[in-house]
């Protein structure tokens, strides 16, 4: 037996009170707690996130409903957009030609 040759005196045998788990205290409310009777408690069946994404979406329209007829309220045309406006397409940059090889000093 492993248990048998363990100290029986010193720190090893002072009590120390464990903490019991007592039940808790029991809590009696003095008001009513019923809810109303025209309450309807409903849960939102679609995630955080999918809300979130039409909820960010929605705003985003309205702003740019907003922008857009920004300039109707201003009595002012919108301005006509040209080519000139728009950006060039990239394009790549030309290539210089190889460096010379490098002269060595032998003849």
Known sequence: MALANLPNQGNFTRGRKLSGH????????????NP???Q?????????LIRSLVDKRKRE???QHETSHKGADTKKRP???????????????PQSPPPPPAKTGRK
Do not use: F
């Open 22 to 33: 007592s039940a808790p205290s029991l809590y009696i409310c003095t008001h009513n707690t």
């Open 79 to 93: 301005a006509e957009r040209s080519a000139a406006d728009e950006p060039a397409a990239k394009r790549s940059a």
């Open 61 to 63: 329209e309205k702003k």
């Open 40 to 48: 309807v408690i409903s849960t939102d069946a679609a995630p955080i």
């Open 36 to 38: 109303p009777a025209d």
